[in-house]
Structures are given as structure tokens and as C-alpha cells.
């Protein structure tokens, strides 16, 4: 192989290629205008793998722009915005995903790399706008099969649900991602992997999830004549229902049209209002739980069945199959939700605005650790994932009102105190290091009178 040439390059290279990639020339307009996949192929075509950037991570300054202006929009008709619980849980969840790209540093891409190293058929250029654009299509037609066995197939389904836990539709939701489901759809692009340069895969397959942000709102209607081929807010809206004629819809990512052609499209109906969330919600904000819970679920299916062929079946069919009954169940076993009150833990503004601070304090821990975790011990590293998780989690908890979330919270934050007393981590300035303990202090005051059941908080659950 030339070493000029752009399957050149190590694997640790493009495992890496995440804090060794480069930035978009992007200005203000073309930053936002990256999120609804308008670009300049000329600007987004690279030669090697580890020169494709991390747009996804780039892109979080537009994510909270885009939040706010969403929120406006929502103030300004007279609707719902944000709830604070539901929207912080599903940004934790945002971080869940990439505190697991952080630990594992792409790995996840590697048998895409092994494959086009050695198997692939033909040899397009790197640099071609044909090349870059067969790539469009390639990625989004692979996402659509990705996207539809995750919710055809039961154990997928236990990963990709977590996408689906909340009872609302907002931007926030974009953002609710799953920790391992990577792990289980890399298999899908695989073939691509015989004629698509890695670098070109890598580009579009962060193109293509960033421009499914911006489909979860509320706040666009319609487009027109553009929903014939795109995916839009108002199909993905189907898609996020549990009424029924929403189940197994509209699995597209960038492109509509391929539900269009394999049947699985739904047109959104005016007149019935889509209950979003689970079929069988759960009540809890605590992140960690919602990554997890539904694979015990799988297990006790597979511990009810009875002979290999229903057991494997119990893992492998939808999550609605029965003995007896279509691989993806039968319409008239599936509940049909019209109507359902949405949980919620009222807490007083003091403890909101308590949870506000400590997400943000996670939210810059976790920024520090994107900057220095190239140069820092695999070990420290994961420590401080497993620190971040933690936090998230008890956080979760706090908003559900959990009974243990004060000792939870307590040792979470004497953790904090005592790393900070070591220097052990680096942190900018005197002054934000000063602030940082107080505030840590404060806290851990405050939940030893809660654990010692000198001071309670008032709350009212839905």
C-alpha cells in the first residue's frame, strides 16, 4: 500500500481521530447551517480518517442555541417548554454517549477500517464530489436498516429504547442517546466498507446524526413539498409516538424515502394526538437506570419461553412477538395509548436551581476532560467517566425524589472535595478552584441535614 495514499494510516491513527481531527471552516451561518446537512462538499472531504473532525462534539455550542430558540418560540406560542427534569435527563443522556466514545476512542470503527484495508472492491477517489455524495446515500440507506432492526429486533431494541423514554418531543430528545447501541449496529455499515474511503464514512455518518437534532420539535409543522424526500419533524414525530398506527414507522435519517419504499411510512395524523414515550413508560429520571433496565427485560423473556427456538426467538424477533404470533407481534396484542398523564416530581426552585448548577459543574468537568484526557492515564480517565456517570445518575435521582439520593449526592460531592484537596486534577484559575470547593462545601453541609433528617424537602409527584 503507497504510503501517500489515504488507507495509509494506523489504526491507533483513526482510533485517535477525535482529538486529532481538525476543525470545519465554519463561520456563525455555516455552523448552523452544517445541522440541517448543508455543506460544501469541498469544505467536508478528507484524505485520511484522522483528519475527519468530531463535528458531532463541535456542534454542541449550536445544540444549546438551538434549545433556547426552540424554548422561545414555544414561550411565544403559549406552549409548554422545557421541563427542567425531563430536559437535564435527556442531556445526561447526551453525555452518557459521549463519556462511552471518550473511553473507547472510536474503536467501535475499527472492523469498518480492517474491512475497506483488505476487502474492499474498488478504489474510488477520495476527492470526488460523486464519491461524496454516493456517501449521502450509502450512510443514510445503512442508517434506515440500522434504525429499523433496532426496533425489529428485541436485544437492539433493550439498547436503542433509551431514545424513546421521554414523554416529550423537543430538541432535548435529540440528544437522548444510548451508551452501547454503537456497539450494536457498527455490523450495518459494514458493507459500505467495501467501496466508501473510511474518511468519507466517518464525515457522513456524523452529518447524518447531527442533521436528526433539529427533527425533534414541535415547532415546525410542515415543509411541504420537501416531505416527500427528507425525514422532517413532522414524519419523526410519527416515529416517536407509542399510539399505534406510530409503532414500527418512519425509521429514515437524513431521507424519507426509503420507509417510502419499503413500507414502513405513516403519515401523521391531524386529527389524533401522539402520546410520546414508551408503550410502557417508566418513571424515573435517573439515566443510568433508563440505559439499562430494558435488558432484564429481554432476560425475563427468555426465562419465560419455553424451548431454544422461543427462547432465541425471545431475543432476536420484535419486542412485541409471542409464540404463535408475526415476528413483530400482532396488532391486537399492542396497547393502543390515546391518553396518558405524564410523570412528574414538582421539587421547590431552590433544589431546580441546586440540580441547574450541579449539571453545568458536571457539564464543564466533563469539557475539561475532552481537552485533557489525550495526555492523562486510561485509568484516570475512566475514573473520571465513572465520576460524571455517577453524578448524572444521582442527579436523575435527586429529581425523582429518590429515598437514598442523599447519600448518593453526600459521598458524590466529599468525592469531589477530596480530589480537589489532592490537585490531582488541573483546573483554571485560583479563583474557579475557590468557588468550586465553596460550592462543593455548601453541598455537602446542606445533604449531611438532609441525611440526618434535620431538613426535608417538599415536593408533589405526578
Same mark, same amino acid.
Given at each position: ?39 460544501? #462538499? /469541498? ?23 438551538? &434549545? *433556547? ?26 453525555? !452518557? ?13 475499527? @472492523? ?13 477517489? =477520495? ?13 443514510? !440507506?445503512? +442508517? ?24 416529550? !418531543? ?12 454503537? =456497539?450494536?449496529?457498527?455490523?450495518? +455499515? ?29 415547532? %415546525? ?6 416531505? =416527500? ?48 414515550? &414508551? ?33 432465541? /426467538? ?11 404470533? #408475526?415476528?413483530?407481534? @400482532? ?9 396518558? $398523564? ?7 426552585? =431552590? ?8 449539571? *453545568? ?24 467517566? %465513572? ?15 429518590? #429515598? ?12 469531589? *472535595? ?5 490537585? $490531582? ?28 433528617? %434535620? &431538613?426535608? *424537602? ?5
Amino acid at each position: 500500500m503507497d504510503a501517500a495514499s489515504p488507507t495509509a494510516f494506523t489504526m491507533n491513527e483513526t482510533l485517535l481521530r477525535q482529538d486529532c481531527g481538525g476543525r470545519l471552516p465554519t463561520g456563525l451561518l455555516k455552523g448552523a447551517a452544517q445541522m440541517f446537512y448543508i455543506v460544501d #462538499p /469541498a469544505d467536508t472531504t478528507f484524505k485520511n480518517p484522522e483528519d475527519v473532525p468530531f463535528i458531532f462534539r463541535q456542534a454542541w455550542p449550536y445544540f444549546l442555541a438551538f &434549545l *433556547i430558540v426552540e424554548n422561545i418560540l414555544l414561550w411565544l406560542e403559549n406552549k409548554p417548554t422545557l421541563r427542567l427534569n425531563d430536559g437535564i435527563t435527556s442531556l445526561s443522556h447526551g453525555l !452518557f454517549q459521549e463519556c462511552g466514545r471518550l473511553v473507547f476512542r472510536g474503536a467501535e470503527n475499527a @472492523a469498518y477500517i480492517y474491512v475497506y484495508s483488505h476487502f474492499r472492491i474498488t478504489d474510488l477517489p =477520495w476527492d470526488s464530489p460523486v464519491t461524496w455524495y454516493l456517501s449521502v446515500i450509502g450512510v443514510d !440507506f445503512c +442508517y434506515y436498516w440500522v434504525h429499523r432492526a433496532c426496533h425489529e429486533v428485541h436485544i437492539l431494541w433493550a439498547q436503542h429504547q433509551v431514545h424513546h423514554s421521554s414523554e416529550e !418531543f423537543n430538541l432535548a430528545v435529540g440528544l437522548r442517546q444510548s451508551l452501547l447501541q454503537g =456497539w450494536c449496529s457498527f455490523i450495518f +455499515y459494514l458493507p459500505l466498507a467495501l467501496f466508501i474511503p473510511p474518511s468519507l464514512f466517518l464525515t457522513h455518518q456524523q452529518f447524518n446524526l447531527l442533521y436528526q437534532f433539529w427533527i425533534h420539535t414541535n415547532t %415546525v409543522k410542515t415543509l411541504g413539498p420537501l416531505e =416527500w424526500v427528507f425525514n422532517t419533524p413532522k414524519h419523526h414525530r410519527v416515529h416517536h409516538g407509542c399510539n399505534l398506527y406510530c409503532l414500527d414507522k418512519n425509521y429514515g435519517g437524513f431521507l424519507i424515502i426509503w420507509d417510502r419504499l419499503f413500507g414502513t411510512f405513516a403519515e401523521e395524523r391531524e386529527k389524533e394526538e401522539i402520546i410520546y414515550g &414508551l408503550v410502557y413508560n417508566q418513571p424515573t429520571f435517573n439515566p443510568l437506570y433508563l440505559q439499562v433496565f430494558y435488558n432484564n427485560h429481554v432476560i425475563e423473556k427468555w426465562h419465560q419461553m419455553d424451548g431454544w427456538q422461543n427462547k432465541l /426467538a425471545a431475543v432476536w424477533k420484535g419486542p412485541s412477538w409471542l409464540p404463535g404470533r #408475526p415476528r413483530l407481534g @400482532a396488532d391486537e396484542d399492542k396497547l393502543d395509548i390515546r391518553t396518558r $398523564e405524564k410523570y412528574d416530581v414538582k421539587l421547590p426552585m =431552590w433544589c431546580n436551581i441546586y440540580l441547574t448548577l450541579h449539571f *453545568i459543574a458536571v457539564t464543564i468537568g466533563f469539557q475539561e476532560l475532552t481537552v485533557q484526557y489525550m495526555g492523562m492515564n486510561p485509568f484516570a480517565v475512566l475514573g473520571f467517566v %465513572v465520576y460524571i456517570l455517577l453524578s448524572l445518575t444521582t442527579i436523575g435521582m435527586l429529581f425523582d425524589n429518590h #429515598p437514598n439520593a442523599c447519600v448518593f449526592e453526600l459521598a458524590r460531592c466529599l468525592m469531589f *472535595i477530596m480530589y480537589i484537596q489532592k490537585k $490531582e486534577v488541573e483546573v483554571a484559575g485560583d479563583l474557579k478552584l475557590s468557588i468550586l470547593q465553596l460550592f462543593f462545601i455548601l453541598s455537602v453541609c446542606f445533604w449531611t441535614l438532609k441525611c440526618m433528617k %434535620v &431538613l426535608q *424537602i417538599k415536593v408533589k409527584i405526578k
